[in-house]
């Protein structure tokens, strides 16, 4: 009895332990600059984007806003792949987060909350899809505290990944759209500002050498003879 007790509170300290060595990494690593994430995707072919989603799905488990990740993938990949990058992300994200909850939390929570627990299981169980559905489309509640607050719960995996996915959509499709016109936008800005300068540049030019040329025909003609 005692070593499934200290078990128990092993397991929620390893949790514990993760969320927190999480958050310190989230406060201390730097992002990488745009340009060289840009760089390394285009020469690292399609493991990249692999690799891209596994590391967002990381990162997820940590205590970081998703949605600035989000803005940040549509600025570097584009609204596409940056949509597919973090809607996968997310999913595999979340779900980690879920599984680890419920395999490290779940004991421990329930033999500190007992019977109180035993409502929020049967409402979960019964209809935990809805809430989660809204938690997800209506992110009020941090992404990585719903990942985690809901494996300490009787949540079944199926509603839970089901609600996961679905909820994710519109909140990424705005994110991600906003990165990718970010980098448009910065795209069109650059352009706006180099073609009038290069406009005014080369009507500068043209000014002066119809100016020089006239007064070389003017110098070349000499004085009109007297008659």
Known sequence: MRTAVDST??????????????????LIVDL??????????????????????LGLALVLLAPVPRSALSVLLGVVAGFGPGLAVALAGGLLGGLAAFGLSRALGRPAVTRLAGRRLARVD???????????????????VPFVVLSYG???????????????????????????GVGASAGLLAAWATTVTVVPVAVVAL????????????RRRIAGSGPVPVA
Do not use: E
């Open 9 to 26: 509170w092993l397991r929620a300290a390893v949790l514990g332990l993760v969320v927190a060595v999480g958050g310190v990494l989230a």
């Open 32 to 53: 990488p600059a745009v340009g060289a994430v840009r760089a390394w995707v285009d020469g690292a072919g399609p493991w990249a984007w692999a690799a891209m989603v």
């Open 122 to 140: 049967r409402l979960m169980v019964d209809r935990g899809f809805w809430p989660l559905l809204v938690g997800r489309l209506m992110p009020v």
């Open 150 to 176: 809901a494996g300490l719960t009787a949540v079944r995996l199926g509603p839970y990944a089901l609600s996961t996915a679905i909820g994710l959509v519109p909140s990424t499709v705005v994110q991600v």
């Open 203 to 214: 009507v500068a030019v043209g000014l002066v050498a119809l100016a020089w040329r006239r």
